[in-house]
């Protein structure tokens, strides 16, 4: 027992032999290389590319071509969506009327509302389009079709105590002639 024990010491590393040094050595170098190869197998699986996979597919192309930013690009012969008023004052108007920013009307106090109102939707819409006083034009949003504005004009009176109808939806313009 006293003898084996300081034998088995000499021999710690479990390499003996030339052959098995060289062996060890290729391994240390090709093993990484492969598990890299594998790993990137792994990682790419299901990624085919090229005829039969569906990466030429009507829907992946369509992903692939997509802008990137992704704007609803709205054809301006087809018809225009409009937004709602509260929609439109939520995004645009709120930031002044709903606190009452620099003289705005607040939202729904009847009384700063009494006097706009008494003068009629379209002039109300009119001072809107154009601005009036520390309302910069169409509430600072020139894309706002006027219709839109009106929509927000009667939403937001309506909530102080007016009583307007929503305007029709204007007809459905032809293309601009260019
Ligand atoms: C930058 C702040 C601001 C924004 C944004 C804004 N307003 Fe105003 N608005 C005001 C102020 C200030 C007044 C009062 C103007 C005055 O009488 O001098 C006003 C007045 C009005 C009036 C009364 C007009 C009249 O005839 O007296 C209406 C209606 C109105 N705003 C609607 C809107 C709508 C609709 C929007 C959104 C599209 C909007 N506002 C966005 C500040 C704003």
């Not at 003898?3 to 290729?26: A, D, F, G, M």
């Not at 829907?59 to 969506?81: F, N, Q, W």
């Not at 601005?131 to 169409?138: C, R």
């Amino acid at each position: 027992m006293s003898n084996t024990q300081p034998h088995e010491e000499e021999h710690h590393s479990p390499i003996k032999t030339p052959k098995q040094l060289i062996v060890t050595v290729v391994l240390s170098f090709i093993l990484p290389v492969i598990i890299i190869i594998l790993l990137a197998n792994l990682v790419t699986a299901g990624v085919t590319v090229g005829a039969g996979s569906d990466t030429l597919g009507p829907e992946a192309t369509a992903k692939r071509i997509a802008p990137i930013a992704r704007l609803d690009l709205v054809d301006a012969s087809g018809p225009k969506v409009y937004k709602t008023g509260e929609q439109v004052y939520k995004a645009v108007c709120a930031g002044c009327h709903t606190a009452g920013v620099a003289g705005a009307l607040k939202f729904g106090d009847a009384g700063a509302w009494s006097t706009a109102i008494g003068t009629g939707l379209a002039s109300m819409v009119a001072n809107v389009v154009k601005g009036k006083g520390s309302m910069p034009a169409k509430g600072g949003n020139p894309a706002l079709d006027d219709y839109e504005i009106a929509r927000a004009v009667v939403y937001m009176a309506n909530s102080a105590g007016g009583k307007f109808e929503e305007p029709a939806a204007p007809a459905p313009q032809a293309p601009a002639a260019k």
